[in-house]
């Protein structure tokens, strides 16, 4: 068989596998949201509301069917693309999905591009000197940027740059004296496509700390990848045959060690992205960013079931879309690779 097909069929296995990941996914958050503590009732009507109109609302909102009903009926509105309705507000969960999830890609994308950025750089930079001063500093930072707490760094970098030096806003999207851009909902683009400078500053100002911040603390697993990688690549046989050749220590980095170690990297960016969306919950609640994640936190706090299924599906499926890609990106890349 053909390395081609071979691919193909495991392209088609990946993306065979992935509807049932996210049934697991699915049954799994809708049963646990049943198991949790709380009644969507008592946040919508609280708690000394008469019995009278908390049983009407629970007729009103299906909540009284028995629960295999309401799984059955939740399952077949995933097979139609219906997310259902928040509990709150009666507003279709997929217009609230589409409204919030731009932000989050918007936001995303920037810190992953920090990241990945800042990561390999460091990475990179201790390889002249194995155990030297700078590799130790980079394997420091690796460390510590990894482990410090989402919530506490975003707290101390409000602190700093937006109350202490007053240069940057301390929260939001979007400066509140403007109108926001209109489009696709990412502004960063829209403003661009607009020629609108004002819009894009504003964007821009206010993306500043939220991204980098997420973007420096997610930078050390790419840090960690490459300098491991890269120093297992050094010692290998075939670099050590790059250098019995009389070739230059640049050259056998740049052109033979490098491009494999870049391999693994790329398989990691696959694992980030689920990292990012953990991350980017405690980032988006601490910066008030109206994303998807901070959207997933106020339904959480609300019990709006369909809200809180709906948004962990889809961002299931992103996660199982982009892992699928990586993976045959990787298996490209790399003919190694058996399948």
């Avoid at 009644?39 to 028995?66: F, H, N, S, V």
């Avoid at 640049?250 to 694992?271: D, K, S, Y």
Wanted: aromatic share 8%; with cysteine; net charge positive.
């Amino acid at each position: 068989m053909s390395r081609r097909s071979q691919l193909l069929r495991y392209g088609a296995s990946r993306l065979l596998l992935g509807p049932v990941m996210l049934w697991l996914i699915a049954s799994l958050v809708f049963l646990l949201l049943r198991l949790a503590p709380g009644d969507p009732i008592d946040a919508l009507l609280g708690i000394r509301a008469p019995e009278e109109a908390r049983a009407a609302l629970r007729q009103q909102l299906g909540l009284d069917l028995p629960l295999l009903t309401q799984y059955g009926q939740f399952l077949l509105g995933l097979l139609r693309g219906d997310l259902g309705a928040s509990l709150t507000n009666q507003t279709p969960v997929a217009q609230v999905i589409g409204q919030s999830l731009p932000a989050s890609l918007e936001l995303g994308v920037c810190a992953l591009s920090i990241a990945a950025v800042l990561g390999l750089a460091v990475g990179f930079s201790g390889i002249a000197r194995p155990d030297g001063k700078l590799d130790l500093a980079g394997r420091l930072y690796g460390i510590g940027t990894y482990a410090l707490p989402p919530f506490w760094a975003a707290m101390v970098v409000q602190l700093v740059f937006a109350v202490w030096l007053g240069w940057l806003p301390v929260g939001g999207r979007f400066p509140v004296t403007l109108l926001p851009p209109t489009g696709s909902g990412f502004y960063l683009f829209d403003s661009l496509l607009a020629g609108n400078w004002q819009q894009f500053s504003g964007t821009v100002r206010h993306l500043v700390l939220p991204a980098t911040t997420l973007g420096v603390l997610l930078s050390g697993i790419f840090d960690n990848a490459l300098r491991l990688n890269l120093r297992r690549a050094l010692r290998s046989d075939y670099v050590e045959a790059a250098r019995s050749r009389g070739l230059s220590e640049p050259r056998v980095v740049l052109r033979h060690a490098l491009p494999n170690a870049l391999l693994p990297v790329l398989t990691i960016t696959g694992i980030t992205v689920a990292s990012l969306i953990g991350g980017a919950l405690l980032i988006e609640v601490t910066y008030s960013w109206p994303g998807i994640a901070f959207r997933l936190q106020e339904a959480i706090a609300q019990r709006d079931y369909p809200l809180v299924q709906g948004i962990v599906v889809v961002v299931a499926a992103l996660v199982v879309v982009v892992s699928v890609v990586v993976d045959l990106l990787v298996a490209l890349l790399d003919p190694r690779i058996r399948f």
